[in-house]
């Protein structure tokens, strides 16, 4: 891992949350009105047109050649599994516990990477994502009085998040990123239009507008995670998945004209120092494998 290639996938990574939280506003207004099942599935529809639009140069039959087709498949139906379950959580518990509890994946991620990938997490890079959890406990300040089962199922959730992330690691070994792309667009599909015919909900213009917005950044945003994971180990970019806190309380000033507290710029600032670390940690041995 080279320091450009390691400066990359930071960079990617930053970029894909920011993605992510865009999708996650817009989305919020969606489901007022809209199923789960049919946000998803107009997501996946986008999701596998940007696919197949990426995967030209290569053909789709070609890019659909995967030396691993059943992990790209588990990997796929992963993901829409993953944001069910999330889904699931927001019904019984409230947003701030359920991404207290969502922000072990990352914790998760560098567990999951030394046993399933082989890879290395030195003290520094544990340190780092344990400041940066903590920056994430700073801003959304759970107040758990009382253990709720409920809180198993965000926590189920992390971990399949996790999983999701590590399996794609794996998946880059042997595949190009098109493919694992074209992948994860066609096994979310595949499962959704099973589902939407059943609770359709014609939307109006100003509806498809951010139909089409959330899945053209669900698309970017998973193509950027893709390559990220592709140009360096997972447990080296965990601590830029933090990002994702920052870049919501951004839009949440913007969008929803929610001003974050000294509590939130405070715990911002973790996140941020946190990745910091892990950046100038790396980056001597990145110049060496270099």
Known sequence: MTQ??????ATLTTL???GFASMDA???WLVRDYPITQTLWVRYVIFTGFALLVARPLGARAALRSARPWLQAGRGLLALIENGVFVLAFAF?????THAVAATSPLMVIALSVVVLGEKAGLRRWLAVL???GGVLIIIRP???TLNPALLIPLFGAALWALYQVLTRLTGRTDRAETTLLWSALSGLAVTSLLVPWQWVWPDAASWALLA???LLGSLSHYALIKALDHAEAGAVQPYSYTLLVWAAILGVLVFGDVPDAGTIAGAVVVVLSGLV???HDRPKAAQDG
């Open 4 to 9: 450009t290639r390691f400066g990359l996938a």
């Open 16 to 18: 894909a949350m920011a």
């Open 26 to 28: 817009m989305s919020k």
């Open 93 to 97: 518990l409230p947003l701030a516990d």
């Open 131 to 133: 400041a940066g959890f």
């Open 143 to 145: 107040g758990f009085q």
């Open 213 to 215: 917005a959330v899945g």
């Open 278 to 280: 892990t950046w100038f």
